[in-house]
């Protein structure tokens, strides 16, 4: 999980729009991001392939950035338009990706490993970090390649696989906005992170598309019930993740194919999920609200 800290009052004059180099990053996409990891909007082979690459970060965070990461303020880091932002925390299960993601930023950002199916060891990791103003939370679908492989048609998942995708997808940032709550200060904001699944129909994606479909629905409620603080949902497509590089050519076409009849025919980037993350937790007016990242996939 990787919290990241935004504030207007710490901006600068904007820099003017030629000096922000195109695709410039708000923030690392680990799993993004941090991650966890960024999802933007952080499933199965061939067509399960899609399902991690719809989740932009492999591991919980809160921003867009790979692997967990906890700790004071780093100095401020020029995002695109001059807007500054300063990761705090980074959390994640696993140190080695941590320790990379760390080093991509800049700053002095702290990293902690942390399961965040366990809800007793979330608890304890917001009452260790204290205050903070933002949360992003990125997750990956499934933990493993074995049980991904597991998750195929609704009528043939396996019991077990059914309460991994939910644990790992659902309760992991039902969990972490939980205890979140009490420590985000005035203005401060939650933003989970979803998917395409439940927006446009694929093969054996039926167990994602209700996971994020669930996620969508508890965002708009805690949107009422955690106000003033502000909950919002970035939503993802095909994003083009390390893990989606390094596919074999049989599984990375298939997802070639599927982006091409896209108006923007391609996948999206980390960079791209992390500054929409970065976008819907500076914007003091949003909550409630899915920002869906998809290059126009459910218009196809």
């Known amino acids: 999980m990787i919290r990241k800290w935004w504030n207007r009052k710490d901006t600068p004059e904007p ?4 000096a922000v180099p195109p695709g410039e990053a708000a923030a690392s996409a680990p799993e993004p991001a941090r991650s966890e990891p960024v999802p933007s909007g952080r499933a ?11 989740e932009p970060a492999a591991e919980p965070a809160t921003g867009p950035a790979p692997g967990p990461a906890a700790g004071p303020a780093a100095e401020p880091a020029p995002a695109r338009g001059g807007w500054f932002t300063r990761l705090k925390a980074g959390l994640g299960r696993s140190a080695e990706r941590l320790e990379s993601a760390r080093r991509t930023v800049d700053g ?21 970090v204290g205050a903070c103003d933002h949360v992003a939370i990125l997750v990956p679908t499934v933990p493993n390649a074995e049980v991904r492989k597991s998750v195929r048609g609704f009528a043939d998942t396996p019991q077990e696989a059914m309460d991994i995708v939910f644990r790992h997808k659902f309760w992991c940032q039902a969990y972490c906005a939980r205890h979140a709550r009490g ?18 129909s694929l093969p054996n994606f039926a167990l ?3 996971a994020d479909a669930a996620v ?3 965002a708009r409620e805690l949107a009422r019930e955690f106000a003033p603080l502000r909950v919002n949902v970035v939503a993802p497509g095909l994003i083009e993740t390390p893990l989606i590089q390094g596919l074999p050519a049989s599984h990375r076409q298939p ?3 599927l982006v091409r009849p896209q108006p923007v025919p391609r996948m999206g980037t980390p960079e791209e999920v992390a500054e929409a993350i970065l976008w819907i937790m500076g914007n003091g007016f949003a909550t409630g609200t899915v920002l869906e990242l998809d290059g126009g996939y459910k218009l196809t």
Do not use: M, N, Y
Request: glycine share 4%.
């Open 255 to 257: 997802l070639d194919a």
């Open 15 to 18: 820099r003017p729009e030629s």
């Open 44 to 54: 199965p082979a061939e067509p399960e392939a899609p399902a991690p690459a719809a």
């Open 108 to 128: 002095d950002v702290e990293t902690h490993v942390l399961d965040a199916t366990r809800e007793a060891d979330v608890e304890a990791f917001f009452a260790k």
């Open 208 to 210: 994602v598309a209700a």
């Open 216 to 218: 969508e629905a508890l």
């Open 183 to 200: 420590r985000l200060r005035s203005g401060g904001s939650i933003v989970f992170i979803t998917g395409q699944a439940h927006r446009k």
